[in-house]
């Protein structure tokens, strides 16, 4: 059974910085590209980044030059940097996993809370 576990969410000053991570289980993630979204409160899930196995990356404009995903392969584990936060990257981010071939399948994680504020 494929499990995503996220951690590193928390409570941080506006220009501070996070790392989140996700470790998957359950799978060879090689034929999955591994991502992060976020939902703020009243709002629909959006996509933040998203990285394949070749180390490929794809990032939300609002986010660009601030947040940076990576994978380590070795470990089944996607990061995300957050740089630069501001109050309106509060958000649940959520981690996923995206089979890139049939049968074409995503799963999720729990979420982990990000809240910037004073």
């Known amino acids: 059974q494929v499990q995503l576990m996220e951690s590193g969410g928390g409570l941080v000053q506006p220009g501070g910085s996070l790392r989140l991570s996700c470790a998957a289980s359950?799978?060879?993630?090689?034929?999955?590209?591994l991502g992060w979204y976020r939902q703020a409160p009243g709002k629909q899930r959006e996509l933040v980044a998203t990285v394949t196995s070749g180390h490929a990356t794809n990032n939300a404009d609002s986010v660009t030059g601030r947040f940076t995903i990576s994978r380590d392969n070795a470990k089944n584990t996607v990061y995300l940097q957050i740089d630069g936060l501001k109050p309106e990257d509060t958000a649940v981010y959520y981690c996923?996993?995206?089979?890139?071939?049939?049968?074409?399948?995503?799963?999720w994680g729990q979420g982990t809370q990000v809240t910037v504020s004073r």
């Open positions: 359950g799978t060879t993630f090689d034929l999955y590209t």
């Open positions: 996923n996993a995206h089979r890139i071939i049939a049968p074409v399948l995503d799963y």
